[in-house]
């Protein structure tokens, strides 16, 4: 096509592209009066339900389909400035239909639903709902639509690390104890996957490869899959295999940090599913590999904050190590700090590492 003739077309698409656009506000707007006067319907109907003119701008405009969608997140744009949270989940989902390699909308998306609108709900039954289909809509659709796109992996393991692994949510516990209920059918007593006809559906539901979970069991010891710690190891694993440059090191983060966590706190499950209690302890088994894992991302990344990591968490094992009995391992693994922090703090003796003074290492 000439440049002429392109420019010519340009110039009827965008008009068109603003007119259907026109259109598709008016729909949202009027949806949105629906649903504040008759109720919030289920999520993953708020999300989907597109109207027809959607389906006219993501066919009729072909490749100018990307001029719609920049209109759109001029849009976003506004509503996140004005906390109209509800409405940049429509939007973005209509962003990802004109153009469904857009990362950023999948991603943005996601986040609003597992974080900005469960946050406004008031019953922990509403917030697991939201958190749900946050981490369903890029598991389900955004993965699939991007299957080598490393952010996408890493974001997910973000969401089962921080908002279901972490604390920092009032309803913490509720989401915890919906995984571990969730996973119970498709685990051994400790947690190690176990499959079975009867509980293949459960995995696929989760879309989690046994083969691939028994892969990870065999590489950093007995993750439990009742934890959400175990998930987050998962898809950021995934996410390593497509990373390239930076993504490498912010994949291998997202590895070992729920992995410290694993280690250090909450591990395996120690709840009561009849009762509905949760609570999880610490999985030291999963040191040895964990700091397997970090020594080699210190040897390819010998940034700051990588060897931070792994001189505290060699403080931490050395520690562990010592209180088995086991004090050959906990020399050797102090003559790998001392390695580590060579000339970047003041060593710290091994007596001060049992004790737990490191404030040099920062």
Known sequence: MSPSANICLRAVAVPLAGAALLA????QNHRLTTIRRTGLPDAPDYATQAPPVLN???????????VAAEILWARVDRLQMEGRYLELVQLS????????????????SAWNMAYNISAMMRRPEDRVRWVAHGIALLRDRGIPANPHNARLY?????????????????AHLAYKLVL?????PCVQPDGGVAVTPENRHVLDDYRLDPVRMRQLERRFGPLDWRVAGSHAVYWASLGLEHARGHDVLACRRAIYQPLLVLCTQAGRFDGDLVQGTYHAVPNPALIPATLQLLAATFRDDPVSGVRVAYARFLAIAIQQAQRDGRSAQAQAWYQDLLRAGQNAWQQPSFDDVLQGRLDQIR
Not at 95 to 103: E, N, R, V, Y
Not at 180 to 184: H, K, L, R, V
């Open 93 to 108: 989902d209509w962003i990802t239909g004109l153009d469904p390699h857009a990362t950023e909308a999948w991603s943005y």
């Open 180 to 184: 571990a209920t969730g996973m119970a």
């Open 24 to 27: 598709l506000v008016a729909w």
């Open 56 to 66: 006219f701008l993501a066919v009729g405009l072909g490749g100018f389909r990307g």
């Open 154 to 170: 890493r974001d997910l393991a973000w969401f089962f690390q921080h908002k279901i692994g972490g604390d920092d949510d009032s």
